[in-house]
Nanobody, 121 residues
Framework: QALLVESGGGLVQAGDSLRLSCIVSGRTFSIPAMGWFRQAPGKEREFVAA????????RYADSLKGRFTISKDNVKNTVYLQMNSLKPEDTALYYC??????????????WGQGTQVTVSS
């Protein structure tokens, strides 16, 4: 089991940037991939981005390509989500997750507690 702790969320204005971090501990050697998801009030959990733990292959939600970047630091066991040009519709609780390299929440076994991102207009 992997333990995941997110940080970096906050209240920002439209157009600002934020970088989320997810520190991973536990059985990191067995993790195929890490993903970021988000969930706004009243909406389903939505895929944001994913990265393979060893090779660093990435994939993104089509609607977020160009604004969001996922990266990792294997030495620090940390995964990042750089978010630029934030919009009010990016407001959500952002989760990191460990599992398979997929866009589906069901493919991820371990989840963090989430970090809130609020973007004001």
């Amino acid at each position: 089991q992997a333990l995941l702790v997110e940080s970096g969320g906050g209240l920002v204005q439209a157009g600002d940037s934020l970088r989320l971090s997810c520190i991973v501990s536990g059985r990191t050697f067995s993790i195929p991939a890490m993903g970021w998801f988000r969930q706004a009030p009243g909406k389903e959990r939505e895929f944001v981005a994913a990265i393979t733990w060893s090779g660093g292959v990435t994939r993104y939600a089509d609607s977020l390509k160009g604004r969001f970047t996922i990266s990792k630091d294997n030495v620090k066991n940390t995964v990042y989500l750089q978010m630029n040009s934030l919009k009010p519709e990016d407001t959500a609780l952002y989760y990191c997750a460990a599992g398979t390299f997929t866009t589906l929440p069901g493919g991820y076994k371990d989840w963090g507690q989430g970090t809130q991102v609020t973007v004001s207009s």
